[in-house]
């Protein structure tokens, strides 16, 4: 019986999904990888179509904005397609970004198998830039990269003159991980901006900065691993350090937690409301308070691309994290697990900036159990939508 139902939701997308590849196939460089589609769609509802470019050598952003604007376009509107979403990682896929869309009153996701997801590719081809700028000089890069390095190492010039290139010894990939930080009650902010850094530029003078790099619509600020919250079986481990330490202060139903994951496993109907919309004050050194602040560490550079190409260059240092982004700090959604959902949201607004907090699971694949906890920037200073 559930196989036939099965099949009964999956029929309506996978009957459109052919013409929608031919339509893609059509007014892009892309060919289908067909033993993908549909591939999760009990579990997640976006009806996989997986595609590749035809060029071997085209960029991964270039592929995704390509496939935007298609999507976006007139003959794409005249076949019923609306709600085009660039995701740097896809529902569908631990590993590859997308392009996600409604056609037919059908949720679809456009997986580009390409070299990892889009914030990723762009942090490496940054860093290889900034590198072989400081090692080897302008002759080695195309006139393109030389200057896409040069406006990055400008803006953050501009906030400090350390980073004047006469300065800088080498640039090179950050070591360490978040992954076991969770279970660490005693994690500070500046051993937690140490490992949200994604590059190491090291200067002349011995001394060492930490940059994290967002491409133009990168709002992801951290995510640390919480694999020892949740039970195989989907039950809360409130023992563990991970509860205690980065979910417990935030005062979630166990019982909604619980039973909401399971009704995603069972694609289930809840009896209750899986929203909470009403708002609290978070005051300064309160548990939550002190969550944000490791979650968005200190003591290192965020270095955002623009839309025109530059960047922009702002320091996370303690000040900026407590009197700016987080002054007058509220929760003002709770969104459980539902027959729909298989993640915890929680929504925080400051004065200056709305956050998400989300206990997820990243593999995608119709994967239930949340293994970590991310924080994003959904408008603010930092965010593709400033406020």
């Not at 509802?45 to 995704?64: M, T």
């Not at 631990?94 to 390409?114: L, T």
């Not at 944000?292 to 000040?319: C, H, R, V």
């Amino acid at each position: 019986m559930k196989l036939l139902q099965q099949i009964n939701a999956e029929a309506p997308a996978s009957t459109r999904a052919e013409e929608l590849s031919s339509h893609l196939a059509k007014g892009l460089k892309l060919e289908e990888m067909r033993r993908a589609r549909g591939r999760h769609y009990t579990q997640t509802n976006f009806y996989q179509i997986r595609v590749k470019p035809v060029e071997k050598d085209a960029l991964l952003e270039d592929v995704l904005i390509s496939l935007e604007r298609y999507l976006n376009s007139n003959e794409s509107a005249k076949i019923g397609i609306s709600g085009v979403q660039i995701n740097e990682r896809s529902k569908n896929s631990g590993k590859y970004s997308s392009v996600s869309f409604k056609a037919g009153g059908k949720n679809y996701d456009a997986v580009v198998a390409k070299g990892g997801n889009v914030g990723e590719t762009f942090e490496k081809n940054l860093l290889l830039k900034m590198d072989a700028l400081v090692s080897k000089g302008t002759s080695s890069l195309d006139l393109g990269d030389a200057e896409h390095a040069k406006l990055a190492f400008t803006a953050l010039e501009k906030i400090d003159p350390v980073f004047a290139l006469k300065n800088i010894a080498s640039v090179a990939p950050r070591s360490g991980s978040t992954r076991g930080a969770g279970r660490r009650g005693d994690l500070t902010p500046e051993e937690a901006g140490a490992i949200i850094g994604d590059i190491v530029v090291k200067l002349k003078n011995g001394d060492k900065k930490y940059i994290s790099i967002k491409s133009a619509r990168g709002a992801t600020v951290a995510q640390f691993g919480l694999v020892r919250a949740f039970n195989d079986d989907l039950t809360v481990n409130p023992s563990s350090p991970e509860w205690k330490y980065w979910l417990q202060p935030f005062g979630l139903d166990i019982k909604k937690i619980e039973k909401g994951l399971r009704a995603a496993r069972d694609q289930k109907d809840l009896p209750w409301k899986d929203v909470d919309t009403s708002t609290h004050e978070v005051k300064e050194g309160s548990g939550i308070f002190k969550i944000l602040q490791k979650m968005w560490g200190t003591n290192y550079y965020l270095l955002k691309e623009l839309p025109n190409g530059g960047f922009s260059a702002q320091k996370i240092d303690a000040d900026y994290v407590d009197k700016k982004l987080l002054k007058n700090l509220k929760v003002t959604e709770i969104r459980y697990p539902s027959k729909d959902r298989k993640q915890i949201n929680v929504y925080l607004d400051s004065d200056s900036t709305r956050f998400k907090v989300e206990v997820r699971n990243p593999r995608g694949m119709g994967a239930i159990k949340p293994t970590q906890i991310q924080l994003t920037v959904l408008k603010g200073p930092i965010s593709s939508r400033p406020r």
